[in-house]
């Protein structure tokens, strides 16, 4: 029996020849993420050359404890020689850097503390957020281990009509099937010919609030243009066997698609189309995160703004995935557009996503981001409510005040 | 510890949530106040009932959910082992990481009622139900998690083995 490419690349890292669900594998780590501190403890590791380090969540520091973990994580990478080291200045998102720097590859398996790691399996790499407990034995050992969980098949078909983006298409998937708990999936279909990394890393991100083990796109012609000049070494891509079996086959025409809006307070089976939401009043909006942070995000909220102005009373945040999208905003006059017509442009952090500072929410405010989650309380008040659209939508929200369908703009 | 653990049963059903074990409300409290909670919304009173040895059988999907060091809790109520049908990957980990011993076990639910008393050999896999003179056999965790199941979890492991050192 074949297997899936989830399954091959937990095999190949492995001392099984097959990998099957239910299994429980025990594999090497390629590539070790961590951010903002590092255990003083830590008396020997693996291999320093696997790591990668940077600050992300709260960066530069917005208290002093932050400040003294950012310590703990210069002294950690000063003693153990660590290399692949982003500095305040070059900092950005784990997830956005990674993929930015050639970092994450086809085939590879990384690991990283943060539920959002899945986001690099937009580069055919088998990606998980791990937790701090595990990520400890991990640095330490190189090694994890995973429990196979099946796999669904999500096939990609059509092209996306105006104004309608690939967050989209990943609020739209469950919204409509619900949970993909304790599940991998797997991208396939000629649609996906049409959706770029950015959008690839959008889906695979929020892949996440699915609740999906890990969510891998294939190797084709546009991850291979990607990383054409921007990978840091060799890989080998992997594809699924003919006959690998899948729990189920979902089929998802992109030209039926609208703008998805999803509700407070999770994701599965809570997401209607913005038109059904027009109207609801927003305080504030976001764009930022792992999630949709990326220069064509910048993009398409200038296109929605430009020549017009955040709407009285509304809070327009703008947070780059890292420093260098950030420039090349700049540069493009994005940043500019934005301004001019009201929003703030912040430097790159995880920021208001998590609540962690650049912009929290008061009690019983409402707002439209594009960043990951939207739990209760996940971006300040418990109190208040969190609406997820792609950039577009909510751009557009920003200028008129209340949740609207980006089309009309 | 020794290998056979012995205890009286307490059931659960399907998909056992991180949130259930330790609510929202709940995530900034510290271990002990977070005992005070555990399965307040579907089960209240059972962190009461639970005593040190006590077997925790339940259905598929064990341990849904977050991140959020669910293990702690069931060590903390001196839970010895969870049986399940099926763990969710991040529920065992949670389990495994902290030391709590865990056994799949396809089966588990139709071989016991609550109150029966179970012996359980997690390495080997052989459960027994002592009350109605049953046995099944349960899939074992990999012997390098078991490893650290042994040891008291992943902290203890890496401590044994030098890589974390006593500051």
Same mark, same amino acid.
């Given at each position: 029996m074949g297997m899936t490419s989830v399954e091959k690349i937990l095999a190949s890292h492995s001392d099984q020849e097959t990998v099957k669900v239910g299994d429980v594998v025990v594999v090497d780590v390629d590539i070790i993420v961590s951010f903002d501190s590092m255990r003083s403890d830590i008396a020997k590791i693996a291999d320093p050359d696997?790591?990668?380090?940077?600050? /992300?969540?709260?960066? #530069?520091?917005?208290?002093?404890?932050?400040?003294?973990?950012?310590?703990?994580?210069?002294?950690?990478?000063?003693?153990?020689?660590?290399?692949?080291?982003?500095?305040v200045g070059q900092h950005g998102i784990s997830h956005v850097l990674v993929a930015q720097e050639g970092i994450a590859l086809p085939g590879k398996i990384l690991a990283n503390p943060d539920s959002h790691t899945c986001s690099s399996g937009a580069l055919n790499c088998l990606a998980r957020g791990m937790g701090p407990s595990e990520m400890l034995h991990i640095v330490c050992k190189g090694q994890t281990w995973f429990l196979v969980g099946p796999t669904t098949k999500i096939v990609i078909e059509g092209e996306l009509p105006e104004r309608v983006y690939p967050r989209d298409v990943i609020h739209y998937i469950p919204g409509e099937y619900g949970d993909f708990a304790g599940r991998n999936l797997e991208w396939h279909g000629d649609g996906l010919a049409g959706i770029d990394m950015d959008g690839r890393l959008t889906m695979a991100t929020i892949s996440a609030e699915l609740s999906a083990e890990f969510s891998l796109f294939p190797f084709d012609p546009v991850l291979d243009k990607y990383l054409e000049g921007r990978a840091k070494g060799p890989f080998e891509p992997v594809f699924p066997d003919d006959d690998a079996e899948y729990d189920r086959v979902i089929t998802v025409d992109l030209s039926s698609l609208e703008p998805q809006v999803v509700l407070p307070n999770k994701v599965a089976n809570n997401v209607k189309p913005v038109r059904e939401m027009a109207g609801q009043r927003v305080d504030q909006a976001f764009i930022g995160s792992c999630a949709n942070g990326r220069l064509s995000d910048f993009a398409v909220a200038a296109d929605v703004v430009k020549g017009r102005q955040v709407a009285p009373g509304t809070r327009f945040i703008v947070t780059p995935g890292s420093q260098a999208i950030l420039k090349e905003a700049i540069r493009l006059g994005y940043v500019e557009t934005l301004m001019d017509a009201g929003a703030v442009v912040t430097s790159s952090t995880c920021g208001a996503c998590f609540g962690g500072h650049m912009g929290l929410l008061g009690d019983g405010e409402s707002c439209i981001t594009a960043s990951t989650r939207n739990f209760k309380g996940r971006m300040g008040s418990p109190n208040a409510q969190i609406f997820m659209g792609s950039p577009a939508t909510v751009a557009a929200s920003a200028i008129t005040g209340v949740i609207t369908d980006p089309r009309e703009f | 510890m020794g290998d056979l653990l012995r205890?009286?049963?307490?059931?659960?059903?399907?998909?056992?949530?991180?949130?259930?074990?330790?609510?929202?409300?709940?995530?900034?409290?510290?271990?002990?106040?977070?005992? =005070?909670?555990?399965?307040?919304?579907?089960? #209240?009173?059972?962190? /009461? =009932?639970?005593? #040190?040895? /006590?077997?925790?059988?339940?259905?598929?999907?064990?341990?849904?959910?977050?991140?959020?060091?669910?293990? /702690?809790?069931?060590?903390?109520?001196?839970?010895?082992?969870?049986?399940?049908?099926?763990?969710?990957?991040?529920?065992?980990?949670?389990?495994?990481?902290?030391?709590?011993?865990?056994?799949?076990?396809?089966?588990?639910?139709?071989?016991? =009622?609550?109150?029966?008393?179970?012996?359980v050999d997690w390495k080997s896999g052989a459960v027994r139900n002592v009350t109605k003179g049953t046995s099944l056999q349960g899939a074992p965790v990999p012997d390098v998690l078991q490893q650290i199941v042994i040891a008291g979890g992943v902290e203890a492991v890496l401590r044994n083995e030098g890589y974390l050192v006593r500051k």
């Open positions: 696997k790591l990668v380090l940077l600050f /992300d969540h709260q960066v #530069p520091a917005p208290t002093v404890r932050a400040a003294n973990m950012a310590i703990a994580l210069r002294e950690f990478v000063e003693k153990f020689g660590v290399k692949r080291y982003f500095p | 205890g009286k049963v307490w059931k659960f059903g399907d998909d056992i949530n991180t949130d259930l074990v330790i609510p929202n409300f709940a995530v900034l409290m510290t271990k002990e106040e977070q005992l =005070e909670h555990v399965f307040s919304a579907n089960r #209240p009173g059972w962190k /009461d =009932e639970v005593q #040190p040895g /006590d077997v925790l059988v339940a259905g598929r999907n064990f341990g849904v959910g977050s991140a959020r060091p669910i293990g /702690d809790m069931f060590v903390g109520l001196g839970v010895s082992v969870v049986v399940a049908e099926s763990f969710n990957g991040l529920g065992l980990r949670n389990c495994i990481n902290v030391g709590l011993p865990s056994l799949p076990c396809p089966g588990v639910l139709d071989a016991f =009622e609550e109150g029966d008393v179970a012996e």
